[in-house]
């Protein structure tokens, strides 16, 4: 490998060894020069060893979108859990639930991460897996009795995944989106 190349892969992988070495220094819960050294170390150690592929990241933030999507992931955070709430106290059990595929419409590996955590921590759905070549989730959904509850559960993952994308896709992410 050229000594351009090594650096090249060196400033894609500086993300990652700046989050293992704030994850290291949590970990440990005293901020000190030898748990930043010796997590500076064992994250060169990890990101050589262990090698991943790297997370095209765009550069793109656009805070009002962010803005955006956090509150309406923090309404639907609140509703839902009063939902599964009310079905779990009801006196009657749920009558369906569903395992629903949704094609996303975008292709990256980060927003498709990132809309699978979000819909993972909303209540009443549960990503049972994601599927990177065709960009499918496959979510189980709580309470949808009919097909239009079915409809509803994936037009709310694509919502998701849209509001991820105007905060956060490139640009091939937001030409792939719908008008």
């Not at 010796?38 to 095209?56: K, S």
């Not at 839902?80 to 009310?86: D, E, L, N, R």
């Amino acid at each position: 490998m050229s000594e351009k190349a090594a650096k090249k892969r060196m400033l894609h992988q500086l993300p990652l060894i700046v989050v293992l070495v704030i994850l290291w220094m949590l970990l440990w819960g005293n901020p000190s020069w030898l748990n930043l050294v010796t997590g500076l170390v064992l994250a060169v150690f990890v990101t050589r060893v262990f090698y991943l592929p790297p997370v095209d990241l765009t550069g793109r933030f656009h805070p009002w979108h962010f803005a955006v999507f956090v509150g309406n992931f923090s309404f639907q955070l609140v509703t839902a859990s009063f939902q599964v709430a009310a079905q779990a106290f009801a006196p009657r059990p749920v009558k369906r639930n569903a395992v629903i595929g949704v094609q996303l419409y975008t292709r990256s590996d980060l927003i498709m991460t990132l809309t699978a955590i979000a819909l993972s921590l909303i209540p009443g759905s549960l990503v049972l897996e994601a599927d990177r070549e065709k960009s499918i989730l496959y979510l189980h959904v709580l309470n949808t009795p009919t097909t239009d509850a079915v409809e509803n559960a994936r037009s709310q993952v694509l919502r998701i995944e849209r509001r991820i994308v105007l905060a956060l896709g490139s640009r091939d992410d937001l030409e792939r989106l719908p008008a």
